[in-house]
């Protein structure tokens, strides 16, 4: 069974930073993607980014400019940055990885965004 565990979640004040952090139970080259998505209250979860096996990213538009999602093997880690933070940011963040048969999620971490 596949754990990702979230981390760095908190509150910040708008045009704040934070760093998003999710650790997995196993070795992040097994999977093909691992992604970020948030929901916020009321709304649909949603993509923020992804980052390949190979390292490509891809962002949302809401986002872009603003999130850099970067991996470190060695730690099993794939990090979120956040910079230019705006209230509508304001949402649960999940960490999610595919493989070939599967998709995991974590547990998610609460961003709060204040104006």
């Known amino acids: 069974q596949v754990q990702l565990v979230e981390s760095g979640g908190g509150s910040v004040q708008a045009g704040g930073s934070l760093r998003l952090s999710c650790a997995a139970s196993r070795s992040i080259s097994s999977f093909n993607v691992m992604g970020w998505y948030r929901q916020a209250p009321g709304k649909q979860r949603e993509l923020v980014g992804t980052?390949?096996?190979?390292?490509?990213?891809n962002y949302a538009d809401s986002v872009k400019g603003r999130v850099t999602i970067s991996r470190e093997n060695a730690k099993n880690t794939v990090y979120l940055q956040m910079n230019s933070l705006k209230p509508e940011d304001t949402a649960v963040y999940y960490c999610?990885?595919?493989?070939?048969?599967?998709?995991?999620w974590g547990q998610g971490t609460q961003v709060t965004v204040s104006s």
């Open positions: 999610n990885a595919k493989d070939f048969r599967y998709g995991y």
């Open positions: 980052i390949t096996n190979g390292g490509s990213t």
